[in-house]
């Protein structure tokens, strides 16, 4: 603005572009909160994580006999499939002796080489 622009004209309008300013700040505000309570609904309503690995388990004669140790996002586990806990899995490879899959390698996460 000029110096020839009166005083109070120039409060006047920056008054205005104040109020524009806090009107926006206010409305991003609002915005930020119902993003956040979005947010934070649906953390509460997640389901739970699945576990990280899965036994495949094979069934010759109708009967299920455990058949090898995958990950949890592995394709190649079939339909008859049972969450494994992290020690569960670990004992199913190491102490049970049951193989783990050559795809997913659930043996190099669960540190067994």
Same mark, same amino acid.
Request: aromatic share 0%; charged share 40%; no cysteine.
């Given at each position: 603005m000029s110096e020839k622009t009166p005083r109070l004209e !120039? =409060? !006047?309008s920056v008054r205005e572009w104040l109020v524009w300013q806090l009107r926006r700040t206010d409305e991003t505000? /609002?915005?930020l909160e119902r993003l956040e309570a979005a947010a934070d609904r649906a953390a509460r309503t997640q389901p739970p994580a699945p576990p990280g690995w899965k036994l495949a388990m094979q069934r010759p004669g109708g009967r299920p006999t455990p058949d090898a140790v995958h990950t949890s996002d592995c394709g190649m586990t079939g339909t008859h499939t049972k969450p494994l806990t992290r020690e569960? /899995? =670990?004992r199913a490879i190491t102490e049970e002796g049951i193989t783990a899959c050559p795809y997913c390698r659930p043996?190099?996460?669960l540190g067994v080489l």
């Open positions: !120039r =409060l !006047r505000i /609002a915005e569960q /899995a =670990l043996d190099t996460d």
